[in-house]
């Protein structure tokens, strides 16, 4: 019998979870909203069952359920200490999960683990030293050194959407100013471009189509490549990183994004070489993957991760 | 018969060796003029024999020596691949001692063994996640994350000198505009009095004595403590540690630095507690120090090094 592990990524708005087998092979997809509070919980636990019974028809052994979430997470106690989004504090997740389902249940942090995930079986297969730039609503770092995932004192590490870059700049909603966030997450762009005065896109990826044709669009662009450049080179210069990935649904952009940031970056830093810069091979599948491969580590079969560094099934756009 | 190891800190101006025996106490100290290339080498060589005779007729049984220097070290390997100031390029600095001194030498970076010696022995004691800012002619940090000090892929890690906290800021002598390094190290706030009209003082020293008295002097050094700030902040957001040290010569200006360092921190952290800003123990010998800790690594003595978690003899501030 085929072993498997359910999957579950809980981002701001959708829940993805999906059935992973131990080839590498993703087999089965759900998704649901996903609420806040103790309704969250609930929806993870019943994708969780809906992807168990659809794997047991299949054919497969389901061995452990992988989560991944936004917050202060801690990977060792399972727990959550704070979830803005989700209004969770001193959540522990994995008992809320692990007692009902009756399975083993891993708790990580998304962007931790889409880092994991790039290591394994993306861009970054086998880099030592390596930042994953997340750039969805808003912006986080997977920072990988000497091989390790940098967790910080208080599970609190990798915050770069809140790196200062202009002193005294834009207001963010954090409450700070000059957030690298304010400028270049999905969110600003599409903000920036509609208070410099555009109208009727209300996305990033609007912003993205107007480019060359626009020149509002192209400037408030330029001003996202740059802050992301910028922060670059602050980790450049901290981290000495071989490789900066650009994840997360800005990425879908593609070159128009990752070529003016490599650019860019090599022009702030004088006196050294950039790594390059390469744009995610996972997509917004990157946490599902890093939720997988956790929670095969909790089961016998957990080498098998070793080999998906191809995965049989592509993880596509979809995610 | 008591083992000990000769220390050796290969600074910009000055090369300082001691001899460390393995009770954590120095015995003896020397100093000597850096000089550049080849001569940097026989100044670091002739110091080590000269501590070794001293520690012989002490009955002292030297075990090895640590050096550590700045630029672009491989303390696998023992070789410095660059360091400006010295005009070493390629340089295999273990095989150029270790051979004519027929001694065990380990080669490590200046900072980084900083920050090993604050952990082992200093302020940040048994810390897993700690920044130190070595704060000095230039500025370089020794990034401590999970228990393991941060390298980098190209053993540049930790050039927290160069990050940009200005976009478009002054001119920093590596090329680049707005780096901390141009606010906030020591020649940085000697230029920038002198700049200002500011007559008759040439050091930070001189500035900092000036506080409170001076218009001047206060704006320059409120500047490099924001400056400070401003980069401790983005270190905070990205590596959650749990305490931040400020050591190095400007360090010397006790509470003067730290006191608004912390404050403005804490200022500039809206949303997430400011970890403490302290002052090195270690002072200007933290650099030694590190070499004699990894020096002993070397040797059948290794674990003595556990024991030294208060020195006996304090490095004190003549370093």
């Known amino acids: 019998m085929t072993g498997a592990v359910v999957a579950v990524d809980i981002g701001g708005t959708t829940v993805k979870a999906s ?12 998704s649901s909203p996903t609420g806040s509070g103790d309704r969250t919980v609930a929806v993870v636990r019943s994708l969780i ?17 992988g989560v991944v979430t936004p917050g202060l997470v801690d990977a060792e106690t399972g727990t959550v200490a704070y979830a803005s ?3 969770w504090r001193d959540l522990d997740l994995r008992a809320a999960l692990a007692g009902p389902l009756g399975l083993p249940v891993s708790v990580g942090h998304d962007v931790r683990a889409a880092g994991r995930a790039e290591r394994h079986l993306g861009v970054a297969r086998g880099a030592d ?16 050194t000497g091989g390790a995932l940098v967790t910080g004192a208080g599970s609190a590490a990798g915050e770069a959407g809140h790196m200062p870059v202009h002193p005294d700049g834009e207001q963010c909603p954090c409450g700070k100013r000059g957030c690298l966030e304010a400028y270049a997450a999905g969110a600003a762009v599409a903000r920036r471009y509609g208070a410099g005065g555009g109208a009727g896109v209300t996305t990033a990826r609007g912003v ?8 509002l669009a192209d400037r408030v662009w ?13 980790l450049t210069m901290l981290l000495d990183p071989a490789l900066i ?8 952009a593609g070159d128009a994004l990752r070529v003016p940031v490599e650019r860019t970056l090599a022009d702030l830093l ?7 810069v390469r744009l995610s091979e996972l997509g917004p599948a990157a946490g599902q993957w890093g939720a997988a491969i956790e929670a095969f580590a909790l089961t016998p079969s957990a080498a098998c991760v070793q080999a998906w560094a191809r995965p049989v099934v592509p993880a596509g756009r979809g995610g």
């Open 208 to 215: 993205v189509e107007l480019l060359g044709r626009d020149p």
């Open 129 to 144: 030293d390596f930042v994953l730039l997340q750039l969805g609503t808003g912006i986080a770092a997977a920072l990988v």
């Open 270 to 276: 004088v006196w050294r070489d950039a790594p390059p």
């Open 49 to 65: 069952e809906a992807l168990c019974g659809a794997a047991i028809d299949d054919g497969l052994d389901v061995l452990a359920a």
């Open 222 to 234: 330029n001003e996202a490549t740059r802050a992301l450049a910028f922060g670059l080179s602050t």
């Open 245 to 252: 990935v650009l994840g997360g649904g800005l990425a879908q």
């Open 85 to 87: 989004n989700l209004g």
């Open 19 to 30: 059935v992973v087998d131990d080839r590498g092979v993703r087999r089965h997809q759900r």
